[in-house]
């Protein structure tokens, strides 16, 4: 791969080298002055008290280094490890939280801006919750209850996590025998920080242990109860079309950009940028109309339900205000750079922090409030109308940009196979079992400076389909691949292997399944059970043709979802240095206890060369273990006929039988 380049994404890397030219400084020069710590990067410091830092390094360091207090370097690599589950365990949980209020707000009439626009969804969790639903029940009352019964997750001391019971029943009972069941999200978060902090678990693998507990809490607590609320108030996404990349902005409208991860003031936004008043009031500043894009997580979550387009993932938010044509970006939480506030003067561009969580020295702050949730959007709006006229020539004005269809829920890729009245996954399942369908792989995380970013992305999405191998994608996994032309049915056309093509021609689908926000991960795990359930793979999530890739991670948080992963039993590979490469002992029991015990792992490997010829090592292991067709490109075996559109249809105004057999 080219070292040269900054960013695998061409628009990216003209307006890197624009503001080369102009002597504007990005994370990707940045990156190139500050060279990671050798210790820290492969866990071998400890920090978490003040008789060191203590450096755990040496020849022998495994066998004999040892902190002040005695602490060896296996249990400070997994100490480490450990507090990067609870912080990202702790994001995408707040976040969760936040929604939880919101669905509160919302059924209790606190908060007249949101309705619940899936009600449909509401009755399907509430159905999983064991809430009463239906029969004259006021759909308030169901949201309600819903709401309190997630908040209990939060608060729980003793016993298992709502969604616990979702998973397939081999998986829980593999939790439940290792002592990983997670119980409520805050008390491992806090168990977390208790055990790791000076003279407590010292035990590599107890902690590692933990560990997973507080990654199970993430995956089916935090990011499973965000994902089904954001549903419940916002819809259930379907496809739809959008577009990627810098050229979504407009000369002649006013550009608004929302960046983040929470979707609760983005949906706002969503709304009153479609209001008259709002639209004559861009008018009289000169604009044409207001341009509402977004980046990062907050993108994807208001890209999926209203297909608003995207400028790209993390490491496009500096060069998106060096296009010179973004007027106002409002910001959340997370994986924001506190660099953007300081860049945006150099242009007019105004950076707004939002939530009472999160500020930057230098940005505006206009606080987001669910129970007055359209005056803050609209203030936001205006603010952005106002600086129209302020905007200048200054910039590099980059046009580039892609289709990309977006959307894919479990729903959707559930009713995609069968209509309404059949939705299955049984055609999912027959085509992985024909070999039609080499494996899945979820194909997420965060770009990265520290390699041609978006470029390992790609490159995974491009080998993988030719290999057959059906991509979901999520965060900005989902933003490198849409930036990149790569979410539309043509990819299939031009780049699959001869089954996934066929597959994807006859339902009509990308061979790259954008499924939505980080938070979305948690769609790949119920899509997973849901594949064990429909059967003739294996009955539980572990021991499936699948694998999760991480390959530009940086975040704590995508440490917290490759480990819910790897604990639900999905192989799990992860770019870059190991955090805990330090440690060969932490390192074997992420991959090889891991594996015995979960049937999933977790590696770290740099080159992405070897990245995919791990995942299609574990996706053939899978399907040998599981007695399937050997995969060989272009040969399948029996499988029963795809539906295709027009037989959905058929069958959906005949629908009165279900079950009629799958697909005949
Ligand atoms: Ni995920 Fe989304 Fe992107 Fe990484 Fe950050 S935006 S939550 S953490 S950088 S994928």
Redesign the pocket.
């Given at each position: 791969m080219n070292k040269v380049i900054k960013s695998a994404d061409k628009a990216a890397e003209k307006i890197i080298k624009w503001g080369e030219a102009h002597n504007i400084e990005t994370c990707f020069d940045r990156a190139e002055k500050l060279k990671p710590c050798p210790i820290g990067e492969s866990g071998a410091c400890c920090r978490v008290c003040h008789m060191g830092p203590c450096r755990l390094v040496g020849k022998n360091a495994e066998e004999e280094a040892r902190g002040i207090c005695g602490a060896t370097l296996p249990t400070v690599a997994a100490r480490n490890l450990v507090r990067m589950i609870a912080a990202g365990t702790a994001a995408h949980s707040d976040h969760a939280r936040d929604m939880a209020f919101t669905l509160f707000a919302v059924a209790s009439g606190e908060t007249k801006d949101f309705q619940i626009k899936d009600v449909r969804k509401l009755y399907r969790v509430a159905e999983i919750l064991g809430i009463e639903f239906g029969n004259g029940r006021a759909v308030n009352d169901v949201a309600k209850d819903v709401a309190l019964k997630f908040l209990e997750d939060f608060t729980r001391q003793k016993g298992e996590l709502n969604y616990v019971k979702r998973a397939p029943k081999k998986t829980q009972e593999r939790w439940r025998k290792w002592g990983v069941t997670p119980r409520g999200i805050d008390r491992e978060v806090v168990e977390a920080m208790h055990r790791t902090s000076v003279g407590v678990d010292h035990e590599p693998d107890h902690l590692l242990t933990h560990g997973l507990r507080t990654a199970l809490a993430d995956g089916w607590g935090g990011c499973m109860v965000s994902t089904d609320i954001t549903d419940i108030l916002f819809g259930t996404p379907k496809p739809l079309k959008a577009e990627a990349s810098f050229g979504i902005f407009k000369e002649d409208e006013v550009n608004l950009v929302v960046h983040g991860?929470e979707p609760t003031l983005a949906e706002m936004i969503v709304d009153v940028t479609e209001e008259p008043e709002m639209i004559a009031y861009a008018k009289s500043k000169g604009a044409k109309g207001i341009n509402l894009g977004g980046m990062?997580?907050t993108a994807?979550e208001v890209l999926m339900r209203h297909g608003i387009p995207t400028a790209g993932?993390?490491t496009n938010q500096e060069l998106g205000i060096m296009t010179g044509l973004i007027d106002a970006l409002t910001v959340d939480v997370?994986?924001i750079m506190p660099a953007i506030a300081e860049l945006s003067k150099k242009f007019h561009t105004k950076v707004i922090t939002t939530s009472e969580k999160a500020k930057i020295q230098g940005a505006m702050h206009v606080e987001y409030d669910e129970h007055r949730a359209k005056e803050v959007a609209r203030e936001i709006v205006k603010i952005a109308c106002d600086n129209f006229p302020n905007r200048t020539k200054e910039g590099s004005h980059i046009t580039d940009k892609f289709p990309v269809i977006a959307g894919f829920s479990h729903e959707y890729i559930e009713y995609m196979q069968g209509g309404r009245w059949r939705a299955s996954f049984r055609p999912l399942n027959d085509a992985i079992m024909a070999g039609r369908i080499r494996g899945v792989v979820g194909l997420?995380?965060?770009?990265n400076p520290r390699v041609p970013s978006t470029g390992l992305h790609r490159f995974l999405a491009v080998e993988l389909i030719k290999n057959d191998v059906l991509i979901v994608s999520?965060?900005?996994?989902s933003?490198a691949c849409g930036t990149a032309g790569y979410l539309t049915p043509e990819m299939a056309l031009e780049n699959a292997g001869p089954g996934l093509r066929e597959v994807c021609e006859a339902i009509g689908i990308p061979p790259i399944l954008h499924i939505g926000?980080?938070?979305d991960n948690s769609r790949i795990l119920t899509i997973a059970t849901a594949m064990a359930h429909e059967g003739g793979l294996s009955d539980e999530i572990g021991g499936m043709p699948a694998v999760g890739i991480a390959p530009e991670?940086?975040?704590e948080?995508?440490i917290a979802i490759g480990c819910y992963f790897a604990a639900s039993g999905v192989p799990v590979i992860f770019g870059g240095e190991s955090p805990v490469g330090a440690s060969k002992e932490i390192t074997k029991i992420m991959t090889e206890v891991w594996f015995e015990r979960f049937m999933g792992a977790m590696h770290f490997e740099p080159d992405p060369e070897k990245i995919l010829s791990i995942a299609l090592n574990y996706i053939d292991a899978a399907r040998e273990k599981l007695k399937l067709r050997k995969y060989e490109p272009g040969k399948f075996g029996a499988e029963r006929v795809l539906m295709d559109m027009a037989a959905r249809r058929e069958l959906e105004k005949k629908s009165a039988v279900p079950h009629a057999g799958v697909g005949g």
């Amino acid at each position: 791969m080219n070292k040269v380049i900054k960013s695998a994404d061409k628009a990216a890397e003209k307006i890197i080298k624009w503001g080369e030219a102009h002597n504007i400084e990005t994370c990707f020069d940045r990156a190139e002055k500050l060279k990671p710590c050798p210790i820290g990067e492969s866990g071998a410091c400890c920090r978490v008290c003040h008789m060191g830092p203590c450096r755990l390094v040496g020849k022998n360091a495994e066998e004999e280094a040892r902190g002040i207090c005695g602490a060896t370097l296996p249990t400070v690599a997994a100490r480490n490890l450990v507090r990067m589950i609870a912080a990202g365990t702790a994001a995408h949980s707040d976040h969760a939280r936040d929604m939880a209020f919101t669905l509160f707000a919302v059924a209790s009439g606190e908060t007249k801006d949101f309705q619940i626009k899936d009600v449909r969804k509401l009755y399907r969790v509430a159905e999983i919750l064991g809430i009463e639903f239906g029969n004259g029940r006021a759909v308030n009352d169901v949201a309600k209850d819903v709401a309190l019964k997630f908040l209990e997750d939060f608060t729980r001391q003793k016993g298992e996590l709502n969604y616990v019971k979702r998973a397939p029943k081999k998986t829980q009972e593999r939790w439940r025998k290792w002592g990983v069941t997670p119980r409520g999200i805050d008390r491992e978060v806090v168990e977390a920080m208790h055990r790791t902090s000076v003279g407590v678990d010292h035990e590599p693998d107890h902690l590692l242990t933990h560990g997973l507990r507080t990654a199970l809490a993430d995956g089916w607590g935090g990011c499973m109860v965000s994902t089904d609320i954001t549903d419940i108030l916002f819809g259930t996404p379907k496809p739809l079309k959008a577009e990627a990349s810098f050229g979504i902005f407009k000369e002649d409208e006013v550009n608004l950009v929302v960046h983040g991860h929470e979707p609760t003031l983005a949906e706002m936004i969503v709304d009153v940028t479609e209001e008259p008043e709002m639209i004559a009031y861009a008018k009289s500043k000169g604009a044409k109309g207001i341009n509402l894009g977004g980046m990062c997580c907050t993108a994807n979550e208001v890209l999926m339900r209203h297909g608003i387009p995207t400028a790209g993932g993390f490491t496009n938010q500096e060069l998106g205000i060096m296009t010179g044509l973004i007027d106002a970006l409002t910001v959340d939480v997370q994986c924001i750079m506190p660099a953007i506030a300081e860049l945006s003067k150099k242009f007019h561009t105004k950076v707004i922090t939002t939530s009472e969580k999160a500020k930057i020295q230098g940005a505006m702050h206009v606080e987001y409030d669910e129970h007055r949730a359209k005056e803050v959007a609209r203030e936001i709006v205006k603010i952005a109308c106002d600086n129209f006229p302020n905007r200048t020539k200054e910039g590099s004005h980059i046009t580039d940009k892609f289709p990309v269809i977006a959307g894919f829920s479990h729903e959707y890729i559930e009713y995609m196979q069968g209509g309404r009245w059949r939705a299955s996954f049984r055609p999912l399942n027959d085509a992985i079992m024909a070999g039609r369908i080499r494996g899945v792989v979820g194909l997420a995380g965060c770009d990265n400076p520290r390699v041609p970013s978006t470029g390992l992305h790609r490159f995974l999405a491009v080998e993988l389909i030719k290999n057959d191998v059906l991509i979901v994608s999520t965060g900005c996994g989902s933003a490198a691949c849409g930036t990149a032309g790569y979410l539309t049915p043509e990819m299939a056309l031009e780049n699959a292997g001869p089954g996934l093509r066929e597959v994807c021609e006859a339902i009509g689908i990308p061979p790259i399944l954008h499924i939505g926000a980080c938070v979305d991960n948690s769609r790949i795990l119920t899509i997973a059970t849901a594949m064990a359930h429909e059967g003739g793979l294996s009955d539980e999530i572990g021991g499936m043709p699948a694998v999760g890739i991480a390959p530009e991670w940086m975040s704590e948080k995508a440490i917290a979802i490759g480990c819910y992963f790897a604990a639900s039993g999905v192989p799990v590979i992860f770019g870059g240095e190991s955090p805990v490469g330090a440690s060969k002992e932490i390192t074997k029991i992420m991959t090889e206890v891991w594996f015995e015990r979960f049937m999933g792992a977790m590696h770290f490997e740099p080159d992405p060369e070897k990245i995919l010829s791990i995942a299609l090592n574990y996706i053939d292991a899978a399907r040998e273990k599981l007695k399937l067709r050997k995969y060989e490109p272009g040969k399948f075996g029996a499988e029963r006929v795809l539906m295709d559109m027009a037989a959905r249809r058929e069958l959906e105004k005949k629908s009165a039988v279900p079950h009629a057999g799958v697909g005949g």
